[in-house]
């Protein structure tokens, strides 16, 4: 997988523009139940002064953009601390349906997000409130990130129906209204035309509004992401399409299923900016996404960013990933992305090892709690089958 | 006789056919270098090489496209879909392309394809991939659809599906994989339009295909053991259907309860009860029952998987009313 490491950042393509301050502080409330501190998210304002004449028109090679080091230290402590505890919140939630999987607590298919948390975390720190979400089944993170209760997620992954989608969904398909998550979806790619579809209804109702959707590698060999990719295109969709190539999908590396390996120059087909990003680094996942979002919002429609990213963990819990190396997986882990944050926040002085050991502690606890909550829930009671499958409260079931 | 799971079965029916016709290839997502996402095709790339045992992107039309074409062209592809739920990205070139090449082209070109792979629930998976699409594929003229229930039909019936001419619909389970069951070592096949009498019987016909089989069996065990003597007809296929081994049984028994796990629109189980009421209607002493999936996307929560899904009790009470007792 050597060759999906990013290369310096220096291909981007039609990228252009640089990230501009986004709005502020969209406190998101998480579904009314038992939210936690890293929904109370901030939105981080990058210090690094704007250059005007940055901001070139989609379709301008952004080479200068591109260029810049991984601008660490450039943003403000209060966002360092919320990428610090959003990450870290995803790592041991994970960790834990890791764990209670191996229990027979959760069942069905489940699938880890451990090593991604930097393409969640930079994104809705780069986007704002009203801006909708969708992703494919590998889908805990995504809500977490924007403040979705941790106790509503892990109630789904046990079937029970305090769970976001009543136990109707599972680990699969979690969704949350309330943070704008339009769910996690299992067929591979069907979430890219609908993401489209979403980023059209905001077009057309004028909400200044836009949707990031992502996939993972092996989504992007599917018919509908290009159907999609066009007309999004065509139509100057405000939709990032995010792609998290993790390597693999199942037991299959990139390089074994195209002669097109380097993800982003996809959307070159279709004119479409598009560019790497190093998304073991969070600070490139926020600009790059900032960079998307003001194309977006400035009526030049889609991006296409690929997050060169890792999963530590198998496919989903049954898979042993025999098909990659030990080394290949310790490198990866060499450079984690939370890690980073955390050396980060260390060196600027901005916390110390102790605070930063009393966050891990709160939310230890915070996931502690989700999995108590979990455990005494019920599940849905039979009466629930027909409820939720129409709109329509009286439509006649054949029943026999 | 020797036992084998029904995934070496079916590797083996594979393995057998492209010993004996070199026309014959495997293609599907992860089933070579991962050995298949649920073993069936395990061993199958170093034996017969990546030129026969061809992994591919997630691209199921795509490569069911390149199937349909490269059977209309003269080979003998087995496509496999990691499960019939992803097949739904790929119909078209299913009902469009391979159903229609032989009658569209008036008899110049024939499409001798297998899709194959597993289908209906397989535990707590939720909506998106808990679905049986036997009826859809039945529905379609110039299909064939064959659902086996055991290791020994599931060779059998293989065998003949990659030898047929035309196109034809495999489906299998995720629940059935791990099934042991006796197979013999020499080489045998089974038709592809005959339904089979499991356990014969003369107080009521039950009728299933697929793993609902095993539902359909231990109904009559039960019922066995209150006197009642169920007849169990597994269809094997269901495009075609055996009627005239269904119409036999009937004319027998006097009634008839079906077990399928699909939703009850426009189903199999519709189906056999149309034909059953056409061709026996002065032998039914009772209206046919079914036990079907409820009419609603299969959740993931276990309470509500219980309440959905067909089951021996549910079989059994279908059974009981049309018997008139208590
Ligand atoms: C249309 C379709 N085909 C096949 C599958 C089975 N499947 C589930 S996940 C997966 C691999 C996807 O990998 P990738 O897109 O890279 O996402 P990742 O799991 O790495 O996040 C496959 C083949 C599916 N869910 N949908
Ligand atoms: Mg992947």
Redesign the pocket.
């Known amino acids: 997988m050597a060759d999906t490491k990013v290369k310096a950042a220096s291909k981007a393509s039609n990228s252009a523009g640089k990230a501009k301050p986004t709005p502020k502080n969209s406190t998101s409330k998480s579904n009314g139940k038992a939210a936690v501190s890293a929904a109370e998210r901030q939105q981080p304002e990058p210090v690094e002064a704007v250059q005007p004449g940055a901001e070139k028109a989609a379709g301008a090679k952004a080479s200068k953009t591109a260029q810049q080091p991984a601008s660490k230290g450039s943003f403000p402590k209060e966002t360092y601390m919320t990428w610090f505890e959003s990450m870290l919140l995803m790592r041991r939630f994970e960790e834990k349906a890791g764990q209670l999987y191996g229990q027979q607590k959760i069942k069905g298919f489940c699938?880890l997000y451990i090593g991604q948390e930097a393409c969640v975390a930079g994104a809705v720190s780069a986007l704002r409130q009203g801006d909708k979400y969708i992703t494919?089944?590998?889908d805990h993170a995504h809500p977490l990130g924007l403040g979705t209760s941790p106790n509503a997620i892990m109630a789904e992954l046990f079937a029970k129906q305090t769970g976001c989608s009543k136990g109707k969904g599972g680990s699969m398909h979690i969704f949350d209204k309330s943070v704008n998550f339009i769910g996690g979806h299992?067929?591979?790619?069907?979430q890219v035309p609908l993401g489209a579809g979403i980023a059209f209804a905001e077009k057309y109702n004028k909400t200044g509004n836009l949707c990031i959707c992502y996939?993972?590698?092996?989504?992007v060999r599917?018919g509908a992401l290009h159907e999609a990719f066009n007309m999004a295109m065509l139509w100057k969709l405000p939709v990032i399409f995010v792609v998290?190539?993790?390597g693999?999908?199942?037991g299959?590396s990139v390089q074994r299923t195209s002669n097109v390996t380097e993800l982003y120059t996809i959307g070159e087909a279709y004119d479409m900016p598009s560019e790497p990003v190093d998304a073991m680094h969070v600070e490139e996942v926020h600009n790059a996404v900032a960079r998307a979002a003001e194309r977006a919002r400035a009526g030049e429609g889609p991006s296409f960013l690929e997050f060169k990213t890792y999963?530590y963990k198998g496919?989903?819990m049954s898979d042993p990933a025999k098909y990659r190396t030990k080394e290949e997986v310790e490198e990866y882990r060499m450079r984690d992305s939370i890690e980073n944050v955390r050396h980060t926040i260390l060196t600027q002085g901005m916390a110390t090892e102790d605070e930063l050991n009393a966050i891990d502690e709160k939310l230890k606890a915070v996931v502690a709690e989700s999995v108590e909550f979990a455990e005494q829930s019920p599940y849905p009671p039979a009466e629930e089958l027909y409820r939720d499958v129409y709109v329509q409260e009286d439509y006649p079931f054949i029943r026999e | 006789m020797r036992t084998i799971q029904f995934r070496e079965a079916l590797r083996e029916a594979m393995s057998e056919e492209m010993r004996r016709d070199p026309s014959v290839f495997l293609m599907g997502?992860?089933v070579a270098e991962y050995n298949g996402?649920y073993k069936v095709s395990q061993g199958m790339l170093d034996e017969f090489g990546a030129e026969r045992v061809i992994d591919t992107p997630?691209a199921?039309l795509g490569f069911a496209g390149i199937g349909v074409g490269a059977a209309t062209n003269g080979l003998r592809p087995i496509i496999e879909f990691?499960?019939f739920?992803?097949s739904l990205?790929a119909i078209d070139q299913v009902i469009n392309a391979a159903a229609k090449m032989y009658s569209m082209s008036g008899g110049q070109y024939s499409c001798p394809i297998v899709f194959r792979g597993p289908t209906g629930n397989a535990g707590m998976l939720s909506s998106q991939?808990s679905q049986n699409f036997e009826n859809w594929y039945a529905n379609t003229p110039g299909l064939k659809v064959v659902v086996p229930s055991t290791p020994y039909d599931a060779k059998g019936l293989l065998k003949s599906a990659i030898r047929d001419p035309d196109p034809v619909i495999f489906m299998e389970s995720e629940l059935m994989y791990g099934d042991k069951g006796e197979v013999p070592e020499e080489e045998y096949t089974l038709p592809l339009d005959k339904a089979n009498v499991v356990r014969e019987g003369k107080s009521v016909t039950i009728v299933s295909f697929g793993k609902m089989m095993k539902v359909a069996l231990a109904a009559a065990d039960e019922l066995a053991k209150e006197g009642i003597e169920a007849e169990v007809i597994d269809l094997r296929s269901v495009r075609p259907i055996d009627y005239a081994t269904l119409v036999e049984s009937v004319k027998k028994t006097n009634r008839m309860v079906v077990v399928e796990e699909a939703w009850p629109l426009a189903s199999i189980s519709s189906e056999l009860a149309y034909n059953v009421q056409r061709y026996a209607f002065d032998y039914l002493d009772a209206p046919v029952h079914r036990i079907t999936n409820a009419d609603v996307p299969l959740p993931y929560a276990p309470t509500l998987i219980e309440a959905a899904l067909p089951n021996v009790a549910r079989t059994v009470k279908a059974v009981k009313e049309v018997l008139y007792r208590k």
Do not use: L
């Open positions: 699938h494919a089944y590998r299992g067929i591979v790619g069907g996939m993972g590698d092996g989504a599917q998290e190539n993790n693999y999908a199942m299959t999963r496919h989903s | 997502e992860e996402a997630i199921e990691m499960t739920n992803f990205v991939h």
